[in-house]
């Protein structure tokens, strides 16, 4: 897999400060994220594995979610008077 012109949506891993989350995941999509993990450690000269990864891919994607910055900021405004 080639670094030039390509960039990953998930950058540089800082160090965790995590609580413990058993998850299962489809045989495919934990090979889809070793791939991952594989190229991200390619381009940040870094390894990682991808359990480091997970939540940090779940992190900037709610970042990224529009619905649900919406939502929250929703359940969090005062009720009309």
Do not use: N
Request: hydrophobic share 45%; proline share 9%; charged share 20%.
């Amino acid at each position: 897999m080639s670094k030039a012109g390509h960039r990953l949506s998930l950058g540089p891993i800082p160090k965790p400060d995590a609580v413990k989350l058993t998850i299962a995941l489809s045989a495919e999509l934990k090979a889809q994220l070793d791939a991952y993990a594989q190229v991200h450690a390619g381009m940040h000269q870094a390894p990682v594995d991808a359990a480091t990864l997970i939540p940090h891919m779940l992190a900037a994607f709610i970042a990224r979610d529009r619905g649900f910055r919406v939502a929250c900021r929703k359940a969090t405004a005062p009720e009309p008077d």
